[in-house]
């Protein structure tokens, strides 16, 4: 038996996203840009589901593109934030996804756009009074900063740096991967020119994703040979996993408030039952409920001779958890999110994260092996 706690990984597909996704595998094998009646019926099932998004976020229709994902999304607006809306400056965070930082570490090192990093605090929070300061020195920047780390949970007060970007005509992008389905985002109402989502961290297929632009901005694709979406990104789209996607997020949305209140509770429970069973714990990120993400705990574990075994240890006592972001494990580098808010090198970070599946029994059972692993 295994106990999965690694949702911000990604998630167990709900049945209904997998009845959905059955039913048009099994009945609607169209070219969605073919002319003829079966490719017409694909078109109108993909652009229902482009509604229903729209719809989700308060976005027209017209401004959702859909992707392979969230790195590829993060891609299309950083890139052609520079390529074609005359961006020369892009302001970020050292703890964002590596999707967002090395595409801007390859537009700087290019010479095409300036990278500056905003500071940020030992929880991971964003100076933002250093952040108005870099956007007042360099007006008309792309800000890109995520709306909670995927390690760490820190949570961004997207409408305050929103009021930012405008003072100063900034172009502001956010990774929105990890809160997607889980917070109600409204892009209106926030004031983003980019937003990016992910389908399988809301328990939707892999491989689908879209990128919010708005309307306003007119872009040049950057991967080439078709007229698809708009002419903004070239080949057959993921029909299948479109319609996976806009079903997730319908089924993510409509339970938004219950499903925060028991995982915040779950993640609650684990956090005080750690502190009682292990001396010398800490926690990485905020403990404020309304400044963390809900599911996600990031534990920092007192030294331990065996700290580099820890995650295979509890995956060989049937845990499954993170050492920090997913897209990154398995590399010898250690966490560039934790190194940024100066863990301390002989501590262990290891992040739990939950889902609408996560139990009670799960948490308890959890905590009772990570006790097991760390006190040996």
């Not at 509604?51 to 950083?78: H, M, V």
């Amino acid at each position: 038996m295994h106990i999965y706690l690694d949702n911000a990984a990604t998630t167990p597909m709900d049945p209904e996203v997998a009845k959905a996704m059955s039913e048009v595998i099994a009945n609607c094998y169209g070219n969605p840009s073919a002319q003829h009646a079966i490719g017409r019926n694909a078109k109108g099932i993909m652009e229902m589901a482009r509604r229903k998004i729209a719809e989700l976020i308060n976005a027209k229709p017209s401004e959702i593109i859909f992707t392979a994902g969230g790195t590829e999304a993060d891609n299309i607006a950083i890139r052609c934030a520079v390529y074609d809306l005359g961006v020369k400056h892009i302001i970020t965070s050292p703890i964002e996804h590596h999707a967002v930082l090395n595409t801007a570490t390859e537009l700087h090192e290019k010479g095409l756009a300036e990278m500056h990093l905003v500071s940020i605090n030992e929880k991971g929070e964003v100076d933002l009074n250093n952040l108005e300061q870099l956007a007042a020195k360099y007006p008309g920047s792309l800000i890109t900063l995520m709306h909670a780390n995927n390690e760490i949970g820190t949570l961004l007060d997207l409408k305050k740096v929103s009021e930012i970007a405008k003072r100063y005509n900034c172009l502001f992008h956010s990774d929105t991967v990890q809160t997607m389905g889980h917070y109600k985002i409204d892009v209106e109402e926030l004031g983003l020119d980019f937003l990016v989502c992910s389908a399988h961290k809301f328990n939707g297929p892999k491989g689908s994703g879209f990128l919010f632009l708005k309307n306003t901005h007119k872009i040049k694709p950057i991967i080439t040979g078709g007229g698809q979406e708009k002419n903004l990104r070239a080949g057959t789209e993921n029909f299948y996993g479109i319609v996976g996607l806009a079903k997730a997020l319908e089924i993510s949305n409509a339970i938004i408030p219950e499903k925060q209140k028991r995982l915040q509770a779950l993640k609650s429970l684990m956090r005080d039952l750690i502190i009682s069973e292990i001396p010398g714990v800490d926690f990485n990120g905020p403990a404020e409920t309304d400044k963390s993400l809900y599911t996600v705990l990031n534990v920092s574990l007192p030294p331990n001779p065996s700290g580099d075994m820890l995650l295979f240890k509890l995956d060989i006592e049937g845990v499954c958890a993170s050492g920090g972001s997913a897209c990154s494990s398995g590399a010898s580098k250690g966490s560039h999110v934790l190194a940024a808010i100066h863990h301390p090198d002989n501590r262990t970070g290891v992040r739990f994260s939950f889902g609408k599946y996560t139990t009670e029994e799960d948490i308890r059972f959890a905590v009772e092996k990570l006790k097991k692993v760390v006190l040996e």
